[in-house]
Nanobody, 120 residues
Framework: QVQLVESGGNLVQPGGSLRLSCAAS????????MGWFRQAPGNQREPVAS????????DYADSVKGRFTISRDNAKNTVYLQMGSLKPEDTAVYYC?????????????WGQGTEVTVSS
């Protein structure tokens, strides 16, 4: 089993910055991709950013391109989401995930979420 623990959520003013962290532990072998989804009240969970654990290829939702940066520290089994130029519409619970592939089986593990509120 893989455990994911997020941290860094907070209340921040529009235009501000935050950095989210996601630390993975447990049976973390064969994790190919880690990333972030978010879910605002009344909305479906949506993808934000992802990064491969090997080559470090990244992908971003159009709504956050140029403002958010995802990175990883494989030695610490941790993924970060640096968020800048935050907008009220970025307010959501941010969930970390890890996609694990073992043979033909694919598992997606989720963290418990960390809340980001962008408000003046």
């Amino acid at each position: 089993q893989v455990q994911l623990v997020e941290s860094g959520g907070n209340l921040v003013q529009p235009g501000g910055s935050l950095r989210l962290s996601c630390a993975a532990s447990g049976s973390i072998f064969s994790i190919e991709t880690m990333g972030w989804f978010r879910q605002a009240p009344g909305n479906q969970r949506e993808p934000v950013a992802s990064i491969t654990t090997s080559g470090g290829s990244t992908d971003y939702a159009d709504s956050v391109k140029g403002r958010f940066t995802i990175s990883r520290d494989n030695a610490k089994n941790t993924v970060y989401l640096q968020m800048g130029s935050l907008k009220p519409e970025d307010t959501a619970v941010y969930y970390c995930y890890a996609r694990q592939v073992t043979g033909r089986d694919v598992y997606v593990h989720w963290g418990q979420g960390t809340e980001v509120t962008v408000s003046s």
